[in-house]
């Protein structure tokens, strides 16, 4: 008889005991069920003091007939900025306990039959705060998977002694470092030639994000040409009109996926009435194979606030998003493929905090290969949505051409680090929120959309 892959996800809603949070019963037979492992379950900390610790233990067992191994267990990168959680060790049977090394426990194997705990210690850093982080148990097999254990803890106050109140929070380099440099060892250093992905690139250069170098930039014209002209060697001219087509990119959806926050953000996810469709102009200019992106810098391409029990996310954003695009900017088009690759669009965020990103958008491949790296977890979590665009192999997301080449579906993908950001116009930002933001962070959007040809008025 075929077996199954069993989580008892209703254990998670009962503590038996201060420190034993459950049993997780798991059956990862190879026969039968699903080619996947795959589940999120929540472990909620008693209220802690800063300067105050608790600990928890959550207890799996493996009920199959095949031994269990997990390649990795660490708490996701990104998702506790501030190093509220700890993960101690994880406990096989009676066995002695394995320690993790620099937060991460690696090859881990399960007998048939036996049980395996993971240890974790929550010890905020900030007073009255709500915390979380993701721990990411990535199984092998016999199937392959993640399995994430959501920790959440609020901070009650502070029993510190006096000369320890207020403890300051870790960071890489305070000041964060500004455009062109990368934090290293404390120190804000250079980024050089072969890290244009974490930062921006010299004056007259840009970067190629498929070799993650900074290249000179090909000769265009700015302002961007008018309608009716085309560029050549910098110089805009008559020509071309005829050629001209312009289409409405219809946003559908939006999903971006931070160095900084654990969870993604998720058009799907706001309060209602939910993420409105917003339609971005567009002119492909098929003779001269460049697209424009006009401006958008209208008030209804909003990201919802998330709801309440988003995981991670749900408490750290309290309001809307806002999006613009202040300037047009044009790229490459073929008209033959239906391909779009628009470079150096500027993309305003602002909500709880405002930001700048540079993006290239593009149906084309992006490396997600930023300084600091973007959160794995967050990228998994997109779901469906981002499983079909997201290459965990090669780094990558990647969007798709437009449908019939001129009109249709169509997914872009743009990977860049924040710039400008202002976590002080907004007195009411979740500080964790606040202290992630506050250290150089990067970003990943993908855009679904469909393209349409706009009809002329009779």
């Known amino acids: 008889m075929p077996r199954k892959f069993i989580l ?12 034993i949070i459950c049993v997780i019963f798991i059956t990862l037979n190879s026969c039968g069920g699903s080619d996947q492992v795959g589940g999120m379950f929540h472990v909620k900390f008693d209220d802690t003091a800063v300067c105050g610790s608790q600990q928890r233990l959550v207890q799996f067992q493996n009920t199959g007939d095949q031994p269990i191994v997990i390649a990795s267990a660490a708490i996701t990168s990104g998702s506790d900025i501030l190093g509220n959680f700890i993960f101690n060790s994880v406990k096989v049977g009676t066995s002695a306990e394995k320690p993790s090394v620099g937060g991460v426990i690696e090859n881990i194997n399960v007998p048939s ?35 994430q254990i959501v920790l ?57 994000t498929t070799s993650g170098r900074c290249e000179p930039v090909s000769v265009q014209c700015t302002p961007a040409c008018r309608l009716g002209e085309v560029c050549e060697n910098g110089t805009c001219r008559s020509g071309g009109e005829a050629d001209e087509e312009r289409v409405r990119l219809t946003v559908e959806l939006v999903a971006a996926v931070t160095s900084a926050v654990g969870a993604p953000i998720d058009s799907t996810q706001g309060i209602a009435p939910g993420f409105i469709p917003v339609d971005l102009p567009l002119i492909l200019m098929k003779g001269q194979r460049k697209v424009k992106l006009l401006a958008y810098t209208q008030s209804g391409f909003i990201l919802p606030q998330p709801k309440p029990d988003t995981p991670t996310i749900g408490h750290l954003i309290k309001g809307p998003t806002r999006i613009t695009i202040p300037n047009e900017v044009v790229g490459s088009y073929d008209p033959s493929t239906g391909s779009l690759d628009i470079l150096d669009v500027t993309v305003r965020l602002e909500g709880d905090f405002k930001a700048t990103l540079k993006l290239r958008l593009t149906t084309d491949q992006v490396s997600i290969r930023t300084d600091p790296p973007l959160n794995t977890s967050a990228l998994r979590n997109l779901g469906s949505l ?26 872009l993908a743009g990977v860049a680090p924040l710039e400008d950001v202002d976590t002080t116009s907004n007195p009411n930002i979740d500080a964790t929120l606040k202290a992630g933001l506050e250290v150089p962070t990067s970003m990943a959007i993908l855009m679904e959309g469909t393209i349409k040809k706009v009809v002329a008025a009779p």
């Open 386 to 411: 981002l499983r079909s665009h997201y290459n965990s192999v090669a780094k990558q997301i990647s969007g798709t051409p437009i449908a019939n080449k001129d009109s249709g579906k169509v997914f």
């Open 113 to 147: 039959g036996e049980t395996y705990s993971f240890s974790v210690d929550y010890g905020p850093k900030l007073e009255r705060s709500q915390d979380s982080a993701i721990l990411d148990l990535a199984y092998e097999s016999p199937k392959e998977g993640i399995i």
């Open 8 to 19: 008892v996800r209703s254990f998670l809603k009962f503590f038996l005991s201060p420190f």
């Open 152 to 208: 959440e803890g609020n901070s009650s106050g502070n029993v510190c002694p006096p000369t320890e109140r207020n403890p300051p929070v870790d960071s890489d380099c305070s000041p964060a470092c500004g455009s062109g440099l990368v934090c290293q060892n404390g120190t804000c250093v250079s980024t050089g030639t072969d890290r244009c992905m974490a930062t921006s690139c010299p004056s007259g250069q840009q970067c190629n």
